[in-house]
């Protein structure tokens, strides 16, 4: 399968927390993006991470990606209530689709 | 500049009835692509576009669906004959093309099958 697989599927934190999420994938890609959809909404893209980059920042999001072990992390540090959402990843090939895994739903208490 | 747009938001059909969704890029944008996400999945591929071109239609069911991009107007998905297992969230995506370049989402349009 092409599609990333994220995990854990599920992760509820206290607010102020840091949250981490991971994809794996299995073939070689071009590029991995991470997107969050709260609930019922459309899908916000966060970051976008290519095979020759290891580290990206974004305000409190920090994006890795280890080619060799094919994965990738999300951190999102210091979370908020409304850092709840799901959040997928997305792994993108020479052809320019991409593929999603089933995401991790991300619960953030106040 | 307007993100991606789809319409409508929300699309009631009876079953036999033909769902047609509608998808405006990004200003600038020229790919677009069509995602479906049943109720409590991931979002599955479906089709990818350029400009008057179908790339990619590996992820569309082979019966009553069909893509086009055309020239000049919106991407259209068309379902004919809907069934009740057509029910879903449809997402379009566009970007400006290119390997590793940024994919954004329209907010969706949720079809129902009566």
Known sequence: SQQGEEDPQALSIQEGENATMNCSYKTSINNLQWYRQNSGRGLVHLILIRSNEREKHSGRLRVTLDTSKKSSSLLITASRAADTASYFCATGFT???????????????P | NAGVMQNPRHLVRRRGQEARLR????????????????P???????????????????????????????????????????????????????????????????????????
């Not at chain 2, 998808?23 to 049943?38: A, D, E, F, I, T």
């Not at chain 2, 969230?89 to 079809?111: K, N, V």
Request: charged share 20%.
């Open chain 2, 40 to 114: 409590e999945e991931g979002l599955k591929f479906m089709v990818y576009l350029q400009k008057e071109n179908i790339i990619d239609e590996s992820g569309m069911p082979k019966e009553r669906f069909s893509a086009e991009f055309p020239k000049e107007g919106p991407s259209i998905l068309r379902i004919q004959q809907v069934v009740r297992g057509d029910s879903a969230a449809y997402f379009c995506a566009s970007s400006s093309g290119g390997p590793g370049t940024e994919a954004f989402f329209g907010q969706g349009t949720r079809l129902t099958v009566v």
């Open chain 1, 95 to 109: 052809g320019n689709q991409f593929y999603f895994g089933t995401g991790t739903s991300l619960t953030v208490i």
């Open chain 2, 23 to 38: 998808c405006s890029p990004m200003k600038g944008h020229s790919h677009v692509y069509w995602y479906r996400q049943l």
